[in-house]
């Protein structure tokens, strides 16, 4: 399957080579990695998880758009939810944990990620790692008494380093095509 995003195409296939089986050491690693993740952003510790993100990221969200079988291909478009890299991210948590306009999220939303179907796949840069992982998202604000829902499958770039996985990238393939989530500046 290829998404493009604006103008880059990141064709997941052509970038996994063995895949890393399920229980070993490194797949152990990365799943741990996903739960922190997942903890520190339900927690909103925004902060630490900023510290989890390369310094060469790519954070890609492409609007999913309905189209019909012959057409399945083609079914992400080139606008996005998020098409950010490391600079605007350091800028959204910023302004999300240090400014008092960020108002989107004040009172922040009370989220929880529930991450499952994790693969992962040796690349042939050493020390990186494609994983694919499926996102079920519920998310309450303020006095709602109900839930919004949201599930995606994410496709990442994750690098070791001397300091642990960092996130080199992500796409995040939403299967809504109307998300029904106003003000949406959570981070998936």
Do not use: C
């Amino acid at each position: 399957m290829s998404v493009t995003v604006a103008t880059v195409t990141y064709t997941r296939e052509d970038e996994r080579r063995g895949e890393v089986p399920y229980g070993s050491a490194v797949y152990n690693s990365i799943m741990g990695f996903l739960i922190r993740e997942a903890r520190l952003l339900d927690h909103r510790d925004i902060k630490a998880w900023g510290d989890l993100l390369a310094e060469d990221l790519e954070y890609k969200a492409p609007v999913r758009i309905t189209r019909r079988v012959q057409k399945f291909s083609e079914e992400f478009g080139t606008m996005g939810h998020f098409d950010d890299d490391y600079t605007s991210m350091m800028l959204r948590i910023t302004r999300l944990t240090t400014t008092t306009n960020a108002w989107s999220e004040d009172p922040a939303s009370r989220v929880r990620r529930f991450i499952s179907n994790v693969t992962v796949w040796e690349t042939d840069a050493p020390d990186e790692y494609e994983v694919s992982s499926y996102l079920f998202l519920t998310r309450n604000r303020a006095e709602a008494k109900d839930y919004k829902k949201l599930s995606a499958e994410r496709n990442d770039r994750l690098r070791m380093t001397k300091d642990g996985f960092k996130l080199a990238r992500r796409s995040i393939l939403l299967d809504q095509v109307v998300l029904g989530m106003p003000n949406f500046a959570i981070f998936l």
